[in-house]
């Protein structure tokens, strides 16, 4: 398995509270990945990294951002939280080679209830 | 925009038995990657199978196998001699070669009889 963990695996808050999720990897990949996941849905992407300080939006970014300082952490911050931001929340990482950058292995999620 | 449909949204299949999962995709691209996850009740993604668009063979992991059929945009995965432990939500995803963003489809509960 990928050396990936996500913490805190559950949290529950408030509207309006921030909120940050943490991605760290050990296997030194370059690439990152934030994804939600909805009931009755697959994952969509919400930010990447591709690289220290290195990111770009997804295809769910609005509410919120992502920090890179490290190769191996990767921050997902909900500035002000909202019932519909209420997910569970994977992350991933991809190697830097050629074929390996196109799979992602998938840490072992957050939830996160906004109430 | 890359569409991946999954229209099966339930099966059951008898233990040691064999069934295959559906998938179909859209997309303009001729370079891409295709791929099956497995989502237990933990709900961790588990990468189950990958198939290269460019590759012709059909990928093969123990009991798992994919039929891929490049000119029909098909994309299915077969279990053969299943087990207890294989039921699972089962997620097929796209991506094209130096893509960021997987898109998924929206799943197919497997279930598995004793």
């Not at chain 1, 990945?33 to 909805?38: P, S, V």
């Not at chain 2, 891409?32 to 961790?44: E, V």
């Not at chain 2, 995965?77 to 299943?82: E, V």
């Amino acid at each position: 398995d990928a050396g990936i963990t996500q913490s805190p695996r559950h949290k529950v808050t408030e509207t309006g509270t921030p909120v940050t999720l943490r991605c760290h990897q050990t296997e030194n990949h370059r690439y990152m990945y934030w994804y939600r996941q909805d009931p009755g849905h697959g994952l969509r992407l919400i930010h990447y990294s591709y690289g220290v300080k290195d990111t770009d939006k997804g295809e769910v970014s609005d509410g919120y951002s992502v920090s890179r300082s490290k190769t191996e952490d990767f921050l997902l911050t909900l500035e002000s939280a909202t019932s519909s931001q209420t997910s569970v929340y994977f992350c991933a990482i991809s190697e830097d080679i050629a074929g390996g950058r196109n799979t992602q292995y998938f840490g072992p999620g957050t939830r996160l209830t906004v109430l | 925009a890359q569409t991946v449909t999954q229209s099966q949204p339930e099966m059951s299949v008898q233990e040691a038995e064999t069934v295959t999962l559906s998938c179909t995709y859209d997309t303009s691209e001729s370079d891409y990657y295709l791929f099956w996850y497995k989502q237990p009740p933990s709900r961790q993604m588990i990468l189950v199978i990958r198939q290269e668009a460019y590759k012709q063979q059909n990928a093969t992991e123990n009991r798992f196998s994919v039929n891929f059929q490049k000119a029909a945009k098909s994309f299915s995965l077969k279990i053969s001699d299943s087990q207890l432990g294989d039921a699972a939500m089962y997620f097929c995803a796209y991506i094209r070669n130096a893509g960021n963003m997987l898109t998924f489809g929206g799943g197919t509960r497997l279930m598995v009889k004793p």
